[in-house]
Structure formats: C-alpha cells, structure tokens
C-alpha cells in the first residue's frame, strides 16, 4: 500500500510543507504590499522553488511507485534544467525574465537543502519509506 505523505509524515513530508507554506505567505505578503529586505524580495521564492519542484515530483511518483525517492542526479538534471530554462531560455525571449547569477545560486541552495533533508529523512527512517 502506498504510503501517503499525510498519513505517513516525516521530516520530508514536514519540509516540503513548510516550503509550501512559505512560498504562500510570502505570496500573501506581496498581494498586501508587505515590504521585503533586498534579498528576501529576489531571492526567497528561487531558494524555495526546486524543494516545491522536489515535493511534488516525489510524492506523485509515490502515488505509483511506493519506495520513490529521488536521487541527487535526478535533483542535479532537475535543477539543470530549472536553470537552463529560467535564466538562459527565457531572458532573450520576454523582458519579465532577466539573467541574474545569484538566481541559480538560490536553486541550487534550494535544491542542496532538499537533498540533505531527503537524505537525512531516509537514512534515519527505520522502515524503508
């Protein structure tokens, strides 16, 4: 039987929550014109973004696939691709999207932070998940 984030919650399950739960807040915020610090305004929804991309991947294929875990090479391809196509793709193509270096530095923070979460997640989980 497949083992559902809600009803099986772990440390993944609770981070990628939180990520959630954050991305919509800060959302929130920016619907009520809160005022965000420099870094907070630019960066905060990229670091959150491949943890979002991470969660919901993982526990789709859990719907098929019980024991589905994502591995640091698919993380890296993922992350790769998120990067190629936000920050190379789209800036020459509609002036919404600029180039920005510290953008990829926030993906894969984002992701770096995923992965050691995962990995400490199962690692540390006596039954395999």
């Known amino acids: 039987m497949a083992h559902f984030f809600f009803i099986d919650m772990n440390l993944y399950a609770y981070f990628f929550i939180s990520c959630l739960a954050a991305a919509a807040l800060f ?7 809160w005022s965000y610090p420099f870094l907070l305004r630019n960066y905060f929804m990229d670091v959150l ?7 919901i991947i993982h526990y789709s294929l859990r719907l098929i696939k019980p024991h ?6 698919m993380m890296i391809v993922l992350t790769l691709m998120y990067v190629i ?6 800036p020459p193509l509609s002036p919404r999207y600029t180039f920005d270096g ?25 039954t395999v998940l």
């Open 27 to 33: 959302l929130l915020g920016d619907e009520w014109n």
């Open 49 to 55: 973004c491949m943890p979002i991309v991470f969660g």
């Open 68 to 73: 589905f875990k994502l591995t640091l090479s």
């Open 85 to 90: 196509y936000f920050e190379v793709i789209l």
């Open 102 to 126: 510290w953008d990829i530095v926030a993906y894969i923070l984002g992701a770096s932070i995923s992965f050691i979460v995962q990995r400490y997640t199962f690692l540390n989980k006596k």
